[in-house]
């Protein structure tokens, strides 16, 4: 019997973590991914809270459900429900949401760590930016909003934010990739290649 959404939609329940409370079956279903014979990806985005769930089917069979976090990195600027669930990542309440629960990991993210040098920070001479890999992949271009409050348990201690996505650092510019790569960032050359064009 073929996988329905409905069936998507128990497992989504059944993998709720039981921290983030109410809202396990208020999710609705923007994707499915993939040909017959091979893994097949349905996406589900929550109408309210700022997580997402995906929904993973092999051999008429769900074999893997995730629930992470939804940033506005992930919604398509040209999809008005997107825009929509977009004013919902905005409140006081997502941030709250987002700094209690470890909702991102180090691997949704690109990393670029640049060698130049800034004279005119020097206690802090050098920088990284972080690029979520969904915007990336989407858009081929930077994000411009900050990242601190979504992911910052994951940085090294010693960074600060200097602007929207970029951070400065002490160390030596491959002391800091080595660090980033250690806490499971991910390093692109593709992204690598946009950020030294």
């Known amino acids: 019997m073929p996988i329905s959404t409905e069936d998507c939609k128990r497992a989504i329940v059944a993998a709720w973590p039981a921290e983030y409370g109410e809202g396990s079956e208020d999710f609705k279903r923007v994707s499915k991914r993939g040909k017959k014979g091979e893994p ?80 005119h920070q020097p206690e802090y001479p050098h920088y990284f930016v972080l690029v979520p890999v969904t915007f990336y992949e989407r858009n081929g271009y930077m994000y411009d909003q900050e990242l601190s409050p979504l992911m910052g348990r994951h940085l090294p201690d010693d960074v600060g934010e200097a602007s929207s996505s970029s951070f400065c650092f002490a160390v030596t510019p491959d002391e800091m990739r080595a660090e980033l790569a250690k806490r499971g960032f991910l390093r692109s050359e593709k992204f690598d290649a946009f950020m030294n064009r």
């Open 40 to 119: 097949i990806e349905r996406l589900f985005y929550h109408r309210k809270l700022p997580l997402k769930a995906i929904v993973i089917e092999e051999n008429g069979a769900i074999v893997k459900t995730t629930i992470k976090g939804l940033g506005i990195f992930d919604l398509s600027d040209e999809s008005e429900s997107d825009q929509e669930l977009a004013e919902n990542l905005e409140t006081q309440e997502a941030y709250e949401f987002f700094e209690k629960h470890d909702l991102f990991q180090p691997s949704d993210f690109y990393f670029y760590v640049s060698d130049d040098v800034d004279e």
